[in-house]
């Protein structure tokens, strides 16, 4: 018999999910695997069995959170008796898993008990050689995991080794794992971490990990969804607009800052009546600072409709401001247009509220 590198078998492992159950705190799933193994290596360089194999396996996983543990039972048979293990194995095995460190990269810890009952086999030794061993996978990357760990042999027996080191390279996308803690309400913030497990987070851009709607981010009494500035906030006895009566456009590190939003008729470019007074500030701003010699005027959509029609109407609405602009005595040589759709959303589509700090026109001096 003469050892040698090369490939071993080459090994085909069909599976199928039989049920998947239980709760985010607890779950349970059943599945089934039938391992096929073709003889493509060279059996007398101790690469390969020289026989095909099947080994119909029923496979059992428990979970919860970081933790998971999975248990395997099969029988093995090969259709040729060319081994010292003999045509037939009773194959089981057991592993837990804990990650300590989640998301797409991380480190998971590993505990793994296996081994094989040999009837048939030509030994010695026990003919239910079992061996086990702990490591762990790190993952640097999403897309790469590397595995380390070494284990003795629990009872000496065929392929059973008194100590064993392995490693190993993993290519293909880690699953993150779940905090399974529930998530009574469905704003995709586990009831651990809410604050308001019965009432769903408006994912809004503002405070969207706590697990609580904010109706009213600047607190000033008048909701987002009819708040022209939701993130600053009207003083007592103002119009209703939600704006602060003063600084609804500032100047700050060389940028325009709006406290406020143009407002268009629904589905057009006709600006509203109620934005004419922004407007006027924002030509106040433009004409006390000549030094901005050139603003780009940037139309955003929400995702609602087709993205062509949303295209056409950031920039017609980008500029009917820039005209609005023009006729307040800026030079239209400083104004620049560009129409982004929803290419550039500043928080979920997936709420109404979402969707109306979508659509909105943003002002950005280029020189």
Not at 51 to 65: V, W
Not at 297 to 307: L, N, Q, R, V
Not at 317 to 326: G, Q, S, T
């Amino acid at each position: 018999m003469n050892a040698g590198g090369g490939l071993g078998d080459a090994r085909l492992v069909p599976k199928v999910n039989i049920f998947d159950l239980g709760t985010d705190t607890f779950w349970y799933a059943l599945g089934a695997a039938v391992p096929v193994t073709f003889p493509t290596g060279k059996g007398t360089a101790l690469r390969g069995s020289e026989s095909t194999s099947f080994e119909p396996r029923l496979l059992f996983a428990i979970g919860g959170g970081r933790w998971d543990a999975t248990f395997n039972a099969g029988y093995l048979m090969r259709t040729a008796d060319k081994s010292l293990a003999g045509r037939t194995e009773v194959t089981f095995g057991g592993a837990f898993s804990y990650g300590i460190v989640q998301g797409k990269t991380g480190v998971d810890l590993q505990v793994e008990v296996y081994g094989a009952h040999l009837p048939d086999a030509q030994t010695s030794g026990s003919k239910t050689p079992v061996e086990s061993l702990v490591g762990a996978v790190i993952w640097p990357s999403e897309d790469l995991g590397v595995y380390l760990g070494a284990g003795p042999g629990i009872s000496a027996g065929l392929g059973s080794p008194d100590f064993r080191v392995a490693a190993g390279v993993r290519f293909g996308k880690r699953v993150p794992r779940r905090d399974r803690h529930g998530d009574r309400d469905h704003d995709g913030v586990d009831n651990l971490h809410d604050q308001c497990p019965d009432a769903q987070e408006d994912q809004d851009g503002f405070q969207d990990n706590d697990g609580c709607p904010d109706p009213d981010n600047d607190g000033d009494g008048v909701l987002d969804e009819r708040d022209e500035c939701p993130e600053a906030a009207e003083e007592p006895g103002g119009n209703g607009d939600g704006c602060p009566a003063k600084g609804r456009v500032i100047v700050e590190d060389g940028q325009m800052h709006v406290f406020g939003k143009v407002q268009f008729d629904t589905g057009s470019a006709n600006i509203a009546g109620k934005s004419e007074p922004l407007l006027d500030d924002l030509a106040g701003v433009l004409k006390a600072h000549p030094e901005f010699k050139k603003v780009e005027i940037g139309g955003h959509t929400d995702d609602t409709g087709p993205k062509e029609v949303n295209d056409k109407l950031s920039k017609e609405r980008a500029e009917a401001v820039k005209k609005a602009l023009i006729k307040r005595g800026i030079s239209a040589d400083r104004l620049e247009t560009v129409g982004y759709g929803p290419s550039k959303p500043v928080s979920s589509n997936a709420t109404a509220v979402g969707r109306a700090r979508n659509r909105r026109v943003e002002f950005t001096v280029k020189e």
